[in-house]
């Protein structure tokens, strides 16, 4: 017998008290006592301690129980020495009480939920038919690796959905989206496929590479593959997809090369990604899709939850030939233009080349421990001063587009912003999102603007003096020296 409790809570950080309630709570439970204001709960252990009076002695072992405490706290807080020392004396107290076997307490926190809520949604199975197939030797962290050949027919079942359209899930772990039809290496692609050398399509392209959790042979073969991501080969399956009319009857006949790797290791899964991306040059800018935090990141702009309506664009290209507005679109260059302006006092680093702000600020920002609202902030920010120029605000103040952001930021909080992964930050991002929402947004970025100015002495200073610190401090120390 195993018996499982679950209590969840959303908060950005734990409360030692909660878990030792909980953990008292249980207990009371087990030990069916402590329940008469509450005629529910009373009545399940009620019938939980008749189970065990009736029928212990039929029980092979003593009964398991495995608390689960669930928050939408970081990974850190999970861990914490605390934390951990609160669920140890939980277990203690449950395996006081005598009768009860083995007793575990699991924490979970965001980065659970949303592998939890990934597995979910990214579930995916189908069978396909390897024409050719060699099985690679033995390696470490892969458990099964195979090179074949599939036909264009039997591609498509591995990203196309059930009523015909493109399944984008199975890109989701891939570095760029779509490029379109007239990317060059897209566009020899297609041209093959409208040849009479398509069928050398196997010699002249890459092909396809697929990472599967699982896997199994069937009769002749065919392998069923489960939880698979097309990591390589995105160019190749979108040229494919829009070609399956055209090719006709020759989408039996012509084939591409597979490689498939089944393994659940992640880290193997990253290098795969990483080594196999070499068709078009991939910047080390591209590879930060891969993280984690990324891919949490597109999701928490999904969600929405102060409802600003902007897009992730994680994977660039990925929203080819989706309604989606473009003005709308936030890249990973955008979004680390606008933290690094808005939250890290910046400026003068944002308008730098996308490789030359990353190497700058890529140790301060994207890492597991922030949390994701001043991210949206810092978006939205600079998504409404954008608005603004078109409606109002002076053109002439777009080089300082970041300084304005940040001095903006000033005028809301009044003060420097939170480390990004504290919740006074996150308090922040709302109250800054809350003041963008407002009607007067001309006036906000102009009032903005002017400190902008005051600080370089009455003009707004050259583009190189507004990619220089001594300006960013300048302006600062007057933004500071405004509030007081």
Known sequence: MSLHFIQAKQSSSISSAD??????????????????????????????????????????????????????????????????????????????????????????????????????????????????????????????????????????????????????????????????????????????????????????????????????????????????????????????YLSRESLGDAITSVHVPLKLVVTSNEDVTTRIIEATNSQTEVQENDLVALTKFQKRLEDFYKLDPLDIKLTYERRSGQFYGKNVIKTRVVTINDQMRAVSAVFLDNPHAAARYPRSLYSQVGNSIFRDDHIFLPYLAAAFAAYRIENAFKTGLDPSYKPARYHILMACKYQILGVRSALLNSVICEQQSQKIIAALKKPDQVELFQAAAETVVDAGGGRLVSPDRLKRQQFTQELISALILRRT
């Open 19 to 240: 878990i030792l309630s909980f953990g008292d709570t249980v207990r009371k439970f087990l030990n069916n006592a402590g329940f008469e204001g509450c005629t529910r709960i009373g009545a399940l252990a009620a019938a939980l301690r008749y189970v065990f009076d009736k029928h212990a002695t039929s029980l092979k072992v003593s009964p398991y129980a495995t608390l689960h405490f669930v928050t939408t706290a970081p990974k850190a807080a999970t861990i914490d020495p605390t934390v951990l020392d609160r669920t140890n004396t939980i277990v203690h107290h449950i395996t006081d009480l005598g009768f009860i076997g083995k007793v575990s307490v699991k924490i979970f926190g965001a980065d659970d939920l949303h592998e939890s809520w990934v597995r979910k949604n990214h579930a995916n199975e189908v069978e396909i038919q390897l024409e050719k197939q060699v099985n690679l030797p033995k390696m470490p962290g892969v458990d099964q690796a195979i090179l074949g050949i599939v036909s264009v027919a039997e591609l498509l079942k591995l990203t196309q959905s059930s009523d015909g359209s493109l399944d984008e899930r199975v890109f989701y772990d891939n570095v760029r989206g779509f490029k379109g039809e007239s990317n060059p290496v897209n566009r020899k692609i297609m041209n093959t496929l409208r040849s009479a050398e398509r069928e050398l399509l196997p010699v002249l392209n890459n092909g396809v590479t697929v990472v599967a959790a699982s896997y199994s042979p069937k009769p002749g073969d065919s392998v069923a593959i489960s939880g698979f991501q097309v990591v390589n080969g995105c160019q190749t399956s979108h040229c494919l």
